[in-house]
């Protein structure tokens, strides 16, 4: 019998301590990526990131594809998650990733093919190995949080305030790719909307996907992609301090989107 796959849509979570450092689009840098663990105070122990003050770390998504070290990324974060307290809200490629995994057919562009020939050069056992812990880590995530009393939302692409404790495959599309106007650009791809610009709820929204020059705050929302694999910056939010830790990347991907890149 098949084994039944469940995906988890939302969770709302307290924590005594809500201390958290979300990091926003990594893509595989992973040099850029351990540079603002450091920075955040972090300290290796046991093979382990691990803050004094008990912080916790969080990813808006988008862990791999496109840089030159996405398993060394998504082994960095399998481990955060299962053994050091971490979250990994689901971004598109860890979505994409995710279905690969399951046998669906996905295109393999996107910087999705990076990932697979660094996967494709291990021996079978450790691939083997690989898709299984990566769909446990994935199944244990979802696509939104909500922390501290809900004033904090973590989300990859968008999430309206009325989206906020409901789920609905629209509520997904939004989740992973941010609110869209119907329309496709030159390119073929779907034109995005800026949501933010009318969002109107209490909780801080920390997203990411979408590449700007620099985290604005826009109506209680906060978009920590600054592009670090097109040579931007990798940006951490530190909660609730809202200060922001900043590495810069190097150009590992040429960027075609429709963002702005940070000079
Ligand atoms: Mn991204």
Not at 32 to 38: A, C, Q, T, W
Not at 113 to 120: A, G, R, S
Not at 169 to 180: N, P, Q, S
Request: glycine residues 10%; charged residues 25%; contains cysteine.
């Amino acid at each position: 019998m098949k084994k039944e796959r469940r995906e988890r849509n939302f969770r709302i979570l307290e924590f005594r301590e809500n201390k958290y450092d979300i990091i926003g689009d990594i893509h595989g840098c992973y040099e850029e990526l351990i540079l603002l663990i450091e920075q955040l105070g972090y300290e290796k122990k046991d093979g382990l990131y691990v803050h004094p003050e008990g912080r916790r770390l969080i990813s808006v998504g988008d862990v791999a594809d496109k840089g030159p070290r996405n398993l060394d990324c998504l082994h960095f974060w399998m481990d955060q998650v299962t053994y050091n307290g971490a979250f990994w809200v689901h971004g598109n490629h860890c979505n994409k990733l995710y279905r690969y995994f399951l046998g669906n057919h996905v295109r393999i562009s996107h910087g999705l093919e990076k990932t697979l020939c660094e996967l494709d050069a291990l021996p079978k056992e450790e691939r083997q190995a690989f898709r299984r812990r990566y769909m446990q880590c994935y199944e244990s995530q979802c696509y939104y949080l909500l922390l501290d009393k809900k004033r904090l939302a973590i989300v990859h692409g968008g999430l309206q305030e009325e989206s906020m404790g409901n789920f609905s495959g629209r509520i997904r599309a939004v989740c992973l790719y941010g609110e869209t106007t119907g329309e496709t650009d030159e390119n073929g791809r779907p034109q995005r909307r800026d949501w933010a610009a009318s969002y109107h709820g209490k909780a801080l929204v920390v997203y990411g996907h979408t590449v700007t020059a620099a985290p604005i705050l826009v109506n209680h929302t906060v978009d920590i992609d600054q592009g670090c694999v097109y040579g931007g910056y990798l940006t951490a939010l530190r909660y609730p301090e809202m200060e922001f830790v900043q590495v810069r990347g190097k150009p590992y991907a040429e960027y075609h989107g429709d963002g702005v890149l940070p000079k």
